[in-house]
């Protein structure tokens, strides 16, 4: 059986196109992986995310999204795609799960990003539970305690700006005594007299405080003489990167440096015909849930305009061949 369109990943981006693309009658077919549900199923309380004004945990919310996507039609298929084979030549594209195939008129990449780890001791262990991939999202739980900011770009010094205003201190913690940010990103920091800068030193490991499994210490070592520092620290935001999960479609659409999709002008539309992309996958700056649902809606809206006003001259002749052997 061709789908109309197939949706790799299962995000916000991914569920929002396929809630979308079920309500206009296409029937998406929802590769979603085994880890459902992206990012936000790694995350505790969402505070951010409009219509929730009580809050709600990140895995309770991807369970709605995909319960709704679900209501409407869309087929949910929990594996991962293994393989993708997409056509510029108005053939059909080819998502494989395992050894299956499947074909589709259009495909939606939601894929997403990962955060870019330390893969320290105790990172893990501790992840929610006081170190943090986000500032914009998780600062607001960390009033008056001590944190730190593990980078040196301006992601990092926008993460460190915003935790400032709710942290009684933000430590820079970085590998150099230069900075990658740009001048006025340094120098907006700088001006913040409860951020101070950790150079040249690196994180070790995180540990618990003992007398709780929440993070109570980042172990420190100098990057110069050896010199190790405990720094006590209640909350620690890693600001060194995203890693898009764009490997499947590497050599086939157009990718850019840092690995992102890139899209067409303010479309979702990629380097190939009837194939979108959508969320953290394309997003150097945002990556927040409510602009992944948004940029999910516009894949879902663009796939189905490229459905509607795209004829498939392959699948017409197929059916005119069948008619005329009967």
Request: charged content about 20%; some cysteine.
């Amino acid at each position: 059986m061709t789908e109309n369109v197939i949706i790799v990943g299962s995000g916000p981006a991914g569920y929002t196109a396929a809630l979308y693309t079920a309500r206009a009658n296409l029937e998406p077919l929802v590769i979603e992986g085994f880890a459902w549900g992206g990012l936000l199923q790694q995350t505790t309380d969402v505070e951010n995310y409009p219509g929730f004004p009580e809050g709600i945990m990140g895995p309770e919310m991807m369970q709605h999204f995909r319960d709704q996507a679900a209501r409407f039609g869309a087929k949910l298929e929990t594996d991962d795609a293994t393989r993708i084979e997409l056509s510029s030549d108005g053939e059909l594209h080819k998502v494989w799960v395992g050894d299956q195939v499947h074909t589709a008129r259009s495909v939606i990449l939601a894929m997403g990003a990962q955060h870019r780890k330390l893969g320290v001791p105790g990172e893990e262990e501790l992840a929610g539970r006081g170190v943090s991939y986000c500032a914009t999202c998780d600062a607001a739980f960390f009033r008056g305690a001590p944190t730190i900011i593990v980078g040196g770009g301006d992601s990092a010094m926008e993460e460190a700006m915003f935790l400032a205003k709710f942290a009684s201190s933000v430590a820079i913690v970085h590998r150099r005594d230069e900075f990658r940010a740009s001048k006025i990103m340094l120098e907006r920091a700088r001006a913040l007299e409860n951020i101070e800068w950790i150079t040249p030193y690196v994180v070790e490991e995180f540990s618990s405080d003992g007398d709780s499994r929440s993070l109570g210490v980042a172990q420190l070592r100098n990057t110069r003489d050896g010199s190790r520092r405990e720094l006590p620290v209640t909350g620690a935001f890693i600001a060194i990167g995203h890693e898009p999960q764009s490997q499947l479609v590497q050599g086939q659409v157009e990718i850019d440096a840092a690995g992102y999709v890139v899209t067409q002008g303010r479309s979702t539309l990629t380097s190939v015909p009837g194939v979108f992309a959508a969320g953290d996958l394309v997003d150097h700056t945002y990556r927040q849930a409510v602009t992944a649902a948004g940029s999910g809606c516009q894949a879902a809206l663009d796939a189905e305009w490229y459905l509607r006003d795209t004829p498939f001259p392959l699948e017409a002749e197929a059916e005119g061949a069948a008619s005329a052997s009967v």
